[in-house]
């Protein structure tokens, strides 16, 4: 299998921050972000990285990209010690930054994608075929001759997709992609990376805080909380840990008694029934199946689904272990 | 790849039209106000530092030539907080290009042209006046100190831009620092105190974008601690700018990838 594409070795990083104490007084405290994480990424793998806000994920994440040093510890990325070689490294690898645009906002998408593959030193057929196949994919033809910053998020998140996967990365780092995006948005681009992950063998490294990005996309889940790693392993032996259950919530016209449906646990009412909440395994039934069921019995004025909190998730971890 | 960059940034100017024109008159606008404010000192007292109307219009014009050249290339690095602030250096550190090339070249501003024009008419309209004798000296003096002007007011915002790293938004010190430089440039530096002089001269070496060089194509002889040989050691005070610009940019992207200042 070779060199890992990512190697993390008792990874560290500490920043000093300073407070005010009284009039003049200061304190410096020392906040570690990261706090000894050792893990090894192969190429080829589809990796999922969570955690609750301030865990440590996208200071990781800026570590192994080349934008901070470690404060000790071991990164290699792609074979190469990120912040020195910073610009050999950024040859191999494609970041999108959820809440950051790598786009001219002023200039229209087909612009960006040129300036990026010339940034990339790409020869300009390789370039412009290259473009050709992701924004067919994308379904980003009607959209390119449109500036940036007219486009809708779900539109332009797609836009810095394609913009981070210009130079055929070998690996590509997504932090925070779906945050914000629509339920079809969400589908659309995970449906794309699948594709995309089918085709080149791309490896992909994902943080989220939707636990639906995961199950779709990764295989493999690393948790992080307060800068430490306490999970590392496969999606299904994680689910076998925690449960990764969704909660469906049915608004009924009038006061109902607790429903029992197969497969689901009824976990709450309110209003005497008139809203309740049912939780099921995405692995023994679907929630379709569920909803099917309510009706059966009852009529159905409104739901919603929610899916599992990683904080939730952090917290159960913890119980176990 | 910086022929497409620019390209794309030039083109997407020239798209919307009234915007740019507005641009390029406000920029013009700027630059003939400035030298009315000399203009109108020097029409109540004959002299000013030394210098009489068409001399100290030579200054400002020469000073001018190389700010405005510096900025055109430089000027982007006035955005530094912003792009700080909104994180959009940590995208740039993602891609195969060196920082400060990426950030010159994220927002070429061809209005900024409009101060260069003005410039260069004040020196043509000046030249006739001041009756100087054409030797080869002369002619390189008048060549080289635009140029050797700009890479030191370029420096001055590198400079500015490598202690934005060390500020919390720091847009006003660029504007004190840099403009600042560039005032002391364009004004005969014998009217500076001493102190203020020798700080502008050796340390930021804005006296020799003009005032120096300009003494030297004049003939005259500089005031107490600026005599005007020093004029012919510009390149030098250029490269020395650019020292202290290296510096304080590296300290700067050093502090901010964390691998200590």
């Known amino acids: 299998m070779g060199e890992p594409i990512i190697a993390l070795e008792n990874l560290h990083r500490t920043f000093t921050v300073r407070q005010k104490v009284g009039r003049v007084r200061r304190k410096t405290r020392v906040v570690h972000a990261v706090d000894g994480i050792t893990a090894s990424i192969a190429a080829g793998e589809a990796v999922g990285y969570i955690g609750a806000n301030g865990a440590g994920k996208s200071t990781t994440i800026k570590m192994l990209t080349g934008i901070l040093v470690p404060t000790s510890g071991r990164v290699r990325t792609c074979g190469y010690n990120p912040v020195p070689q910073r610009r050999l490294l950024a040859r191999e690898i494609g970041v999108v930054f959820g809440q950051r645009s790598q786009l001219w906002w002023d200039l229209p998408l087909r612009d960006s994608f040129r300036i990026l593959a010339a940034i990339h030193r790409m020869q300009s057929l390789d370039a412009e075929s290259r473009t050709a196949q992701l924004v067919d994919h994308l379904g980003l033809a009607h959209l390119l001759d449109v500036p940036v910053r007219q486009l809708s998020l779900g539109e332009r998140m797609r836009g810095e997709v394609a913009a981070a996967l210009v130079h055929r990365p070998r690996l590509l780092v997504l932090d925070e992609p779906t945050i914000g995006l629509d339920m079809i948005s969400k589908e659309r681009l995970r449906h794309f990376l699948l594709a995309e992950r089918a085709e080149s063998g791309t490896t992909l490294l994902l943080t989220t805080h939707d636990m639906g990005d995961i199950e779709r996309l990764c295989e493999r889940v690393l948790v992080v909380d307060r800068g430490r790693l306490v999970f590392d392993g496969t999606l299904s032996s994680l689910a076998a840990r925690v449960a990764l259950q969704r909660v469906l919530v049915v608004d009924l016209p009038e006061p109902t008694p607790n429903l029992q449906v197969p497969a689901a646990t009824h976990i709450g009412s309110e209003l005497d029934g008139q809203r309740q909440r049912l939780a099921f395994s995405p692995q023994q039934t679907t929630a379709a199946r569920v909803l099917a069921d309510v009706t059966a019995m009852t009529e159905v004025i409104d739901l919603t689904l929610e899916e599992p909190a990683i904080e939730d998730i952090v917290r159960t971890l913890y119980g176990v272990g | ?261």
């Open chain 2, 1 to 261: 790849m910086y022929r497409t960059i620019v390209g794309s940034r030039i083109r997407s100017q020239l798209a919307y039209r009234t915007s740019f024109w507005l641009n390029v008159v406000t920029s013009v606008a700027v630059g003939i106000v400035e030298f009315i404010e000399l203009y109108v000192i020097l029409a109540n007292v004959p002299v000013f530092g030394g210098l009489n109307l068409p001399q100290a219009a030579l200054v400002f014009a020469l000073a001018n030539t190389g700010f405005a050249l510096a900025e055109l290339v430089f000027g982007q690095l006035d955005t530094m907080p912003t792009y700080l602030r909104l994180g959009r250096l940590e995208v740039m550190l993602v891609r195969p290009m060196p920082l400060m090339l990426q950030l010159i070249t994220s927002d070429f501003q061809l209005r900024r042209l409009g101060r260069l024009a003005i410039s260069v008419v004040i020196i043509i309209v000046v030249l006739p006046n001041l009756h100087l004798d054409y030797t080869p000296a002369t002619i390189y003096l008048l060549v080289i100190t635009p140029v050797v002007g700009a890479a030191i007011y370029a420096a001055f915002f590198a400079t500015a831009g490598g202690l934005q790293f060390f500020l919390i938004n720091g847009a006003e010190f660029t504007a004190a620092f840099v403009y600042g430089g560039s005032y002391a440039g364009q004004l005969p530096g014998s009217v500076l105190i001493p102190p203020v002089r020798v700080l502008f001269t050796f340390v930021f070496p804005a006296t020799v974008t003009a005032y120096l060089p300009a003494l030297l194509i004049m003939g005259l002889a500089g005031p107490k601690y600026l005599p005007a040989w020093l004029g012919w050691f510009a390149p030098l005070f250029a490269a020395w700018a650019w020292l202290l610009a290296w510096l304080a940019w590296r300290a700067g992207t050093r502090r901010f990838t964390g691998a200590g200042g």
